[in-house]
């Protein structure tokens, strides 16, 4: 799957699953990072979550908040 990774719609990124979760560190979860996602109903590839991961920590980090409250 391609996609152009300057122009991300957020929208189509869903089944997050993430790593690095540490309760200690709320509210910030500083050390976690997504590890899988699909975009448009299609598994990212390790490239496009790494460039997530790096480009995108306030995406990732909202992400990982609403998905444990």
């Known amino acids: ?3 152009n990774l300057d122009k991300l719609d957020f929208k189509k990124i869903d089944n997050m699953e993430f790593d690095g ?3 200690a560190d709320y509210p910030d979860f500083v050390d976690a990072f997504l590890v899988a996602a699909d975009y448009d ?3 990212m590839t390790e490239e ?3 460039y997530i991961n790096d ?3 306030d995406f990732v980090n909202e992400q990982v908040f609403s998905s444990l409250f």
């Open 21 to 23: 979760v540490d309760f």
């Open 41 to 43: 109903g299609k598994e």
């Open 55 to 57: 480009e995108y920590y």
């Open 1 to 3: 799957m391609k996609f």
């Open 48 to 50: 496009q979550i790494d």
